[in-house]
């Protein structure tokens, strides 16, 4: 048994889980793997992908029953995260852009917003979070998207930027600033935009250098008629909620990452067992051994974190915002440097686009980026040591 294979065992998967993972390993195999060179190729949205994780009913996963879903723990929706992200990339944000719009609706949203806006999700809608603006990136307080009260309604305007599903969702969670707050933590505010209102606008799909299959837009607002029954919690409750909501999206994307690094780890131990120079594998070289090691050193460390911090959301803890900068920092940094030290592996052949490995190095790259830089995460972890 190697060292994956017993980290694996120590995650206690029951059978009703094992059989989930097998049929999210199989559809991964036999339909996302198989498209993931084509979509990166051509930028189409992966329709068929969407079509396959909706035949599993994934969305249901991280859905409470009663509002249409098969609710399982956070643990396993990581590890699904991971496995489609493994086979593509692309498809593995879109579909985990999904908990990440819906799950602040799911922990904030009254029963009656989550009755009526989440059996489309569980039906296989999909989500998307907007929060990012041209002025707003890594502080949200920055962000101008205005909501104004009018009677039983709220007109919001603005725009967003690097809208993850943007184009695609049938539910996008929404921050902007309440009108009547001037206060700019204390204004921003949330609420649900359904698919079809009119005013919503998608300006730009941007030209990424990885994550080809996934549509990352411009959106702009022009006098959105939104019910107030749309608003999440109360006017001013924005940034309490955007904060804990990133606490729960941060492992996801950790996640993501995991699943970047598994595949570019498991092509370079496949790649340097059949490649032969000298005459002998270059495995057999010590040079290569010791990268192997270090890099393997490295993800059982981010598997076991990753697996961490999920046992503290499925346990209960309301304080682990550290430990999930810690798991986006480490598995995204550890994604860009085994697709890096892939790319190496396989020479030349590494980066033409006949192996996967130059799109695993372009996938990883965002990983370092979005759901806070990493300087970010690095800035909020030091700060943490702070004892005045």
């Known amino acids: 048994m190697n060292l994956f294979e017993q980290i694996d065992r120590a995650r206690h998967w029951n059978h009703e889980q094992r059989l989930i993972l097998d049929q999210v390993r199989r ?22 992908n969407v079509k396959a994780i909706n035949e599993l009913g994934l969305n249901t996963v991280f859905i409470p029953e009663q509002f249409g879903g098969m609710p399982m723990s956070y643990k396993l929706y990581l590890e699904i995260v991971s496995i489609i992200s493994e086979a593509c990339a692309s498809t593995g944000i879109i579909y985990a852009t999904n908990f990440h719009g819906m799950k602040p609706l799911i922990d904030f949203g009254s029963d009656e917003q989550r009755a009526r806006l989440l059996p489309k999700i569980a039906e296989g809608g999909l989500g998307a979070l907007a929060i990012t603006e041209p002025t707003a990136g890594s502080d949200a307080t920055g962000m101008k998207t205005k909501f104004r009260p009018d009677g039983e309604d709220i007109i919001v305007t603005g725009s967003k930027v690097f809208i993850t599903n943007g184009d695609v969702a049938d539910r996008i969670l929404l921050f902007g600033k309440w009108s009547e707050i001037d206060d700019a933590k204390k204004a921003i505010s949330v609420l649900i935009l359904e698919k079809g209102m009119p005013g919503f606008n998608v300006i730009g799909k941007e030209k990424k250098m990885g994550h080809s299959g996934s549509s990352t837009c411009a959106l702009s607002f022009e006098n959105i008629r939104v019910p107030r029954a749309n608003l999440i919690g109360e006017p001013g409750d924005g940034l309490k909620i955007l904060l804990a909501s990133l606490n729960k999206s941060r492992p996801s994307v950790a996640a993501h990452a995991r699943g970047i690094a598994r595949a570019a780890f498991k092509d370079m131990v496949a790649y340097s067992n059949e490649r032969v120079q000298s005459g002998r594998a270059i495995l057999d070289f010590q040079g290569n051994q010791f990268t192997l090691a270090d890099l393997a050193g490295e993800l059982a460390m981010v598997e076991r974190w990753i697996d961490y911090v999920a046992e503290l959301v499925d346990g209960g803890s309301s304080n682990f915002g550290m430990e999930a900068s810690l798991a986006k920092l480490r598995a995204s940094d550890l994604a860009m440097k085994m697709a890096t030290e892939c790319v190496q592996f396989y020479g030349g052949y590494g980066y033409c686009r006949d192996y996967r490995a130059e799109r695993l190095m372009r996938d990883a790259k965002i990983t370092q980026i979005w759901e806070g830089t990493n300087q970010i995460h690095r800035q909020l972890i030091g700060r943490s040591f702070r004892t005045k």
């Open 27 to 48: 559809m991964a195999d036999e339909v996302i793997a198989p498209n993931a060179e084509r979509t990166d190729a051509t930028g189409e949205f992966p329709w068929h």
